[in-house]
């Protein structure tokens, strides 16, 4: 990966994508630094952290770089824009009229389709930016707010959810601006970020921990060899494929025989990446979430029942990282058409006749593979929930949100390096053709 990164820099076309990255990620860490008007911040991070680190706002606040716990202007991070892609891409299958514009619209329909999920972003971020100023003004439960003295009427209210709805829109711009110009999935790598820049403050904290109760080191030790284990086995399961061998027939042509060579057809372990962990965690954590930002649900049955400690949430989580993967191969992969391809060009698997019987083959590979890529992912992510419940010293280290966290970075990173692989190929073919 350094030498990746290294042999990328010497080219021109590349570092200038590599700036702009940095810039914009650059620009994301100082906003996360900005808070919001009005907001009590010290007061805020207090109350995070003595009563809410463990929460399911905590899990959206290790998502946000703990931008929401300081009420920064980029407190509701990119799950606006995760969520409306959720909606977009399920409302997308079960209206043919949506269906049709993202088959035979081409770019065209791919264009309206994003705008209408940029419009649904910004409508999103305007409902929770009013839940999240409607939790905080209500405060902590004990009567006291979190907004400074004399922030009461509408215009403070107006002022911080209209801030929150441009910061979460200012954010979906930056990464689609990092998608074009820059390298990587703008979204995956502004996650990454947020999730990356908490490690400093956490392993400080667990080293403290282990000074101030030099007992218990071996149970920081034992998780993170956990997550060294787990890092490895997500860099082999990414990397890991099934490979279909394929055969393609011999054709004369004049005087020339063409075909008659052996190939395989790759289908990857994990086909949909980390994808169905974001969308998973971020369906998940809807019901609690709707119970923390309204005050008067904060004790009741919806949090006692969802939150992320709870056996539901995992059961939940667990399920929807399985559907997910599915939906996503789905979308991806398609049996039916790669066997026609097969066929146009004179291929077919040994053993199976071309057409349906090589369809079927392929869907059943599919659906086996898909399996245990679903389950490996949805272990790596509730393994570390379990962990924590079962163990307080492990939920006092904040680990719980840990399997999550470490699918997401690991993901990204090997994802980005591969378009930076890619990119240099390309630029190598290049120079050899001219």
Do not use: C
Not at 25 to 37: D, F, Q, S, W
Not at 191 to 197: A, G, K, N, R
Request: glycine share 8%; proline share 3%; charged share 15%.
């Amino acid at each position: 990966m350094l030498a990746t990164l290294r042999n990328a820099w010497k080219i021109d076309d590349i570092r200038k994508k590599l700036l702009f990255m940095m810039f914009m990620v650059l620009i994301y860490r100082l906003g996360n630094a900005v808070t919001v008007p009005y907001v009590n911040a010290a007061e805020l991070t207090r109350w995070f952290q003595r009563d809410l680190s463990g929460s399911i706002l905590g899990l959206i606040n290790t998502m946000s770089g703990s931008a929401l716990e300081r009420a920064s202007i980029f407190a509701l991070s990119i799950q606006p824009y995760i969520n409306a892609s959720i909606i977009m891409q399920l409302l997308t299958i079960a209206i043919p009229a949506l269906e049709r514009m993202r088959k035979e619209g081409g770019e065209e329909g791919k264009k309206k389709i994003e705008k209408i999920t940029r419009y649904s972003t910004i409508g999103i971020a305007a409902l929770q930016g009013f839940a999240y100023y409607t939790m905080i003004s209500g405060g902590d439960g004990s009567g006291g707010s979190m907004l400074v003295d004399g922030a009461e009427g509408w215009l403070p209210a107006v002022v911080i959810v209209a801030t929150f709805m441009t910061g979460s829109a200012l954010l979906m711009w930056m990464g689609e601006q990092i998608t074009e110009f820059g390298i990587g999935n703008g979204i995956s790598i502004i996650l990454f970020v947020s999730i990356v820049s908490r490690f400093p403050n956490e392993i400080y904290q667990m080293v403290t921990k282990t000074i101030a109760a030099p007992s218990n080191w071996w149970i920081y030790a034992l998780m993170l060899l956990g997550a060294l284990a787990i890092v490895v086995l997500i860099v082999i399961v990414q990397n890991s494929e099934r490979r279909i061998p394929v055969q393609y027939s011999k054709r004369v042509v004049g005087r020339k025989m063409y075909g008659g060579q052996s190939t395989h057809l790759p289908m990857k372990v994990n086909m949909s990446g980390v994808l169905p962990v974001i969308f998973a965690q971020s369906i998940a954590s809807i019901p609690a979430t709707v119970g923390v930002f309204i005050p008067g649900m904060r004790e009741g049955w919806l949090m006692s029942v969802f939150d992320t400690d709870k056996v539901t949430y995992m059961v939940i989580y667990f399920l929807l990282i399985v559907f997910f993967s599915y939906f996503y191969s789905t979308v991806q992969f398609n049996p039916v058409e790669i066997a026609n391809n097969l066929k146009k060009n004179g291929g077919f698997i040994p053993g199976f006749r071309a057409g349906k019987p090589t369809s079927e083959f392929i869907q059943k590979v599919l659906t086996k593979i898909t399996l245990f890529g679903a389950l490996f992912l949805a272990v790596v992510a509730i393994s570390p929930i379990i962990v924590s419940a079962v163990s307080q010293t492990a939920k006092e280290s904040g680990i719980s949100m840990g399997g999550t966290s470490i699918i997401i970075v690991v993901s990204v990173a090997i994802e980005t390096i591969k378009q930076l692989e890619s990119q240099m190929l390309m630029r190598h073919y290049k120079g050899f053709l001219e």
